[in-house]
């Protein structure tokens, strides 16, 4: 229970009185703070929707001449609020927060390149290797016409990572505390993060490689 600081309300936890509309500095999670259920797949217009609303209702200007301990509950709730649908709005964030809420961290299965586009890793890396060390010429623009294909080869890939990433997501959804399945929904998902975080690397560096050889 949080008690409001404004009328002394007691409530379940909440960023918003039930009773005098007052901001309240709760401690929620991101799927809390924004009222909705623990579900992976969110509708970004109805997300985006929500946050607005609330942050219209909590924003520091509306209670400027307030207690201070109001004006610090608007402060730490807008500030949650904020963060919650940063996390909530972009799928990747999303699912990062979704192992961090299991007890799940990416970190420990990520050291290593996803099997499925390790030998792509190393051959997209030798050509940015080889477009560096390139001195102009036929030789470049071959190099330039291969990275550009690649990145295109990238980009499809990235797609589909994002195709599975949502995919997963249902699948998560559907679940029903089924602890088999939410195991290896897990090891899904960080293998899905974990390829699109090297696909995103890789990305990065082919623009870095083309903007390089345009120079």
């Not at 799940?104 to 792509?120: F, G, M, T």
Request: net charge negative; hydrophobic share 40%; proline share 4%.
């Amino acid at each position: 229970m949080v008690q409001c600081s404004s009328c002394a309300r007691r409530c379940e936890p909440c960023l918003i009185c039930p009773d005098c509309g007052s901001p309240i500095a709760a401690e929620l999670d991101c799927f809390a703070t924004l009222g909705l259920p623990r579900l992976l797949t969110i509708d970004p217009n109805h997300l985006e929707s929500i946050y607005h609303a609330m942050g219209r209702r909590l924003h520091p200007d509306r209670f400027a001449s307030s207690p201070d301990a109001v004006r610090d509950a608007s402060l730490k709730a807008t500030a949650l609020l904020t963060r919650s649908y940063r996390t909530l709005r972009e799928p990747v964030s999303r699912g990062l927060y979704w192992l961090e809420l299991n007890g799940e961290k990416l970190a420990e299965d990520n050291k290593r390149v996803p099997l499925e586009i390790a030998e792509l890793v190393f051959e997209v890396q030798e050509q940015i290797a080889e477009l560096r060390d390139a001195a102009g010429g036929a030789i470049e623009t071959d190099l330039v016409t291969a990275i550009g294909k690649r990145r295109q080869e990238l980009q499809g890939l990235m797609q589909q990572a994002t195709q599975d990433l949502a995919a997963n997501y249902a699948r998560w959804d559907q679940s029903d505390g089924d602890q088999n399945a939410r195991a290896m929904l897990t090891m899904e998902l960080k293998n899905i993060l974990s390829r699109i975080a090297y696909l995103r690397t890789l990305i990065r560096d082919v623009d870095r490689g083309l903007e390089s050889a345009a120079a």
